[in-house]
């Protein structure tokens, strides 16, 4: 580089802070406010500069300010020198594949699951190699705030852009890595939640002889007419549900809206856990690795999948990887152990042989072709895969997430025979074989990276455990004014010590799973009256459109659709359709 770029303390000064947006994996913001063409602009030149050849490779979704951040994006590497080749419209793992097979860099613009109005920058450098806050974001992030407070992006080199299509090459490419056997014919609902698989499922299911594509929203289409495009909510998951039983349907495929995740639905339209696709997958990638003469692959899954994967995998002649949550990380460990293959219960499945990259679509394939090769149902294919009771992921909002996480650490640690560690918040597990199955459980309790949340996961081998286990955890997470107690639990465990949730998490499609997307901000429960225990409150949803609530006076309104419900004796009322706010008084 010719040219040096602005300096940083003007950044550090205070003038510029891009800290909001800039997430443990990627950047998210509302398109228009936090998130501008003028900070897209800033993003590609100080993503350019960090890149050891030219070659940038920029995508974006279907989203309504997709087009103009993405020009703003190529507008900045091309000052700085970039060679860009403009992929247009793309799903995120088809902008993965460009980046493998082209060895250039990338950025995907778009917000994945996360509302219409917002919009955000996936970044991977050559071979699709993550870029997360660890691995070189947060000096994007800094150099991004000094352009914006030099309020210029000088020009250095000969940096142009021109077009390229990767559609044909993505398709191609995945076909090569799962063949389908011939002898069945799958009738496949596809839900593309008006998102990107829409532009990807015809040219990857619709093109396969084997395969009796359905389609089911898949006009492009960011504003989300029909639902939000993540199928981790139940709610987003009723339109193919209805789908898959009214057609006949062998099976139903839902994705988010940049189509990097996938969430499967067997015959009966009941969503198959992702832990459970993990584990089935994990079986395929070993048994095709020992055949071609490795000793003992290794499979890397997050601390928050069902201990059935690591079981799994270690029965299949596999090696188990546990690591923390989150797709840089998991791809960095995933290359750094040559892993054949990586599952997160958030329904993100990666691949060795796709740049050690995240692909529903290719996951997809894996679970059709399992289907092909046998002469049953998924809801068999899957039974053995789903051997435990899972509460799904359960979000409490609470005023400091470390000190209520220790609260239960305290609580927990006073339990006979648990154990507990630290990899990514804190795990406790009571599972032996020789202990009584009744009293064989784990859960995990980690921290949101953007909100003031904690993300409980409960897994036991009986539901009336997983309930006792779960109760008794919130119940301490929502006890912020009650000092910790480590004499609360029996010698035998954990009492129960709260209600159930209004609404029961499933293991496919609790609230948020996975996800730490940044929605607007909610007040605390005082504000509306609410008079309910805090972890209830986390969980509420609108009822018209299955989004979060934030508190006004006397109400809660969604933060979507922007409807009111009514805090009546300390009660929400939540009835669909409602327009307007209760009266004062």
Not at 69 to 88: E, K, M
Not at 305 to 319: D, I, K, L, N, Q
Not at 372 to 378: L, R
């Amino acid at each position: 580089m010719t040219e040096p770029r602005p300096s940083q303390p003007a950044a550090e000064q205070g003038r510029t802070d891009l800290s909001g947006i800039v997430l443990a994996n990627d950047v998210r913001g509302r398109a228009g406010q936090t998130l501008t063409s003028e900070i897209a602009r800033a993003f590609g030149a100080a993503f350019a500069d960090q890149l050891d050849a030219p070659a940038l490779i920029v995508a974006h979704d279907m989203r309504l300010s997709s087009p103009e951040l993405s020009r703003a994006v190529i507008d900045g590497a091309v000052r700085r020198g970039a060679i860009v080749a403009d992929a247009g419209l793309s799903s995120t793992d088809q902008l993965y594949c460009a980046s493998g097979q082209h060895q250039a860099a990338g950025v995907m613009v778009t917000a994945s699951h996360n509302p219409g109005e917002d919009n955000g920058f996936k970044l991977c450098l050559p071979g699709a190699r993550p870029v997360g806050r660890a691995s070189g974001l947060e000096e994007i992030r800094r150099a991004a705030e000094a352009y914006l407070d030099a309020g210029e992006i000088p020009v250095v080199g000969e940096g142009r852009s021109e077009g390229i299509d990767t559609l044909e090459d993505y398709a191609a490419a995945l076909h090569a890595l799962v063949p389908l056997p011939e002898q069945r014919r799958v009738r496949v609902v596809v839900d593309a939640g008006n998102g990107m698989a829409g532009h990807t499922a015809p040219a990857v299911l619709g093109a396969l002889a084997q395969v009796e594509l359905l389609d089911l929203h898949f006009t492009l289409d960011g504003s989300f007419p029909h639902h939000p495009a993540d199928p981790l909510r139940p709610e987003n998951l009723r339109d193919i549900q209805a789908a898959v039983v009214r057609e006949g349907a062998d099976m139903g495929l839902a994705f988010d809206g940049d189509a990097d995740r996938c969430v499967v639905l067997d015959e009966h339209g009941a969503p198959v856990p992702p832990s459970a696709i993990t584990a089935l997958i994990a079986q395929r990638e070993i048994a095709r690795a020992r055949a071609a003469g490795q000793e003992r692959p290794v499979v890397v899954a997050n601390l928050v999948s069902s201990r059935h994967v690591a079981e799994t995998v270690r029965a299949a002649g596999g090696e188990h990887v546990r690591t923390p949550v989150g797709h840089a990380v998991i791809k960095t460990i995933m290359a750094e152990r040559d892993a054949v293959f990586g599952g997160e219960h958030s329904a993100h499945f990666y691949f060795r042989d796709f740049f050690f990259a995240d692909s529903g679509m290719l996951a997809a394939l894996h679970v059709l072709a399992a289907l092909a090769e046998s002469d049953g149902t998924v809801s068999a294919l899957v039974a053995t895969h789903c051997p435990y009771v899972a509460s799904g992921e359960i979000n409490s909002r609470v005023a400091d997430a470390q000190v209520a996480r220790e609260r239960v650490r305290v609580h927990v640690s006073a339990w006979p025979g648990v154990q507990t560690d630290d990899l990514d918040g804190l795990t406790a597990q009571h599972w032996d074989e020789a202990i009584p199955t009744e009293d064989r459980w784990w859960f995990s309790l980690r921290s949101s990276h953007t909100e003031p949340l904690l993300r409980l996961n409960v897994e036991a081998a009986q539901e009336s455990t997983m309930l006792r286990i779960r109760d008794e955890i919130l119940a301490i997470v929502s006890a912020e004014d009650e000092a910790p107690s480590a004499s609360s639990g029996t010698a035998e465990g954990p009492t129960t010590a709260a209600a159930p949730p209004a609404e029961e998490p499933t293991a496919t499609a609790g609230p948020a799973a996975g996800t730490d997307s940044s929605p607007a901000d909610v007040l605390p429960a005082g504000a509306s009256g609410a008079d309910v225990p805090g972890w209830v409150r986390s969980i509420l949803r609108c009822p018209d459109c299955g989004e979060e609530l934030r508190d006004v006076e006397q109400a809660l309104q969604c933060v979507r659709c922007a409807r009111f419900h009514p805090v009546e004796g300390g009660i929400p009322v939540l009835i669909a359709g409602r327009q307007q706010a209760p009266s004062a008084g």
